[in-house]
């Protein structure tokens, strides 16, 4: 799970180097299972059964990887915070 989180930070950290513009203009709740920009909830699990979400609330960004164990609920979530430089 946080092998899964930390791959979607360097996935982020990418799309924001290639255009700042189009990365800023995000908010909301993405999907990152497929690390593309897919709106919303995850509606399919990632090999594993996890699951990986993006929560973007102003510059602050949350990538929580949720999955479930013996009938319990566990995360791994790693936030961070971007600007242009």
């Excluded at 513009?21 to 897919?38: E, M, Q, T, V």
């Excluded at 993006?54 to 995360?75: A, H, M, P, R, Y």
């Amino acid at each position: 799970a946080t092998q899964y989180a930390s791959e979607a930070m360097e996935w982020l950290r990418n799309e924001k180097n290639t255009s700042w513009p189009d990365f800023s203009s995000k908010s909301g709740r993405y999907c990152l299972n497929s690390l593309a920009w897919i709106s919303g909830n995850c509606s399919d699990t990632m090999t594993g059964g996890f699951i990986r979400q993006l929560d973007i609330s102003g510059n602050q960004l949350t990538v929580t990887v949720t999955w479930k164990e013996k009938n319990k609920d566990f995360s791994a979530k790693q936030v961070i915070s971007f600007s242009q430089y």
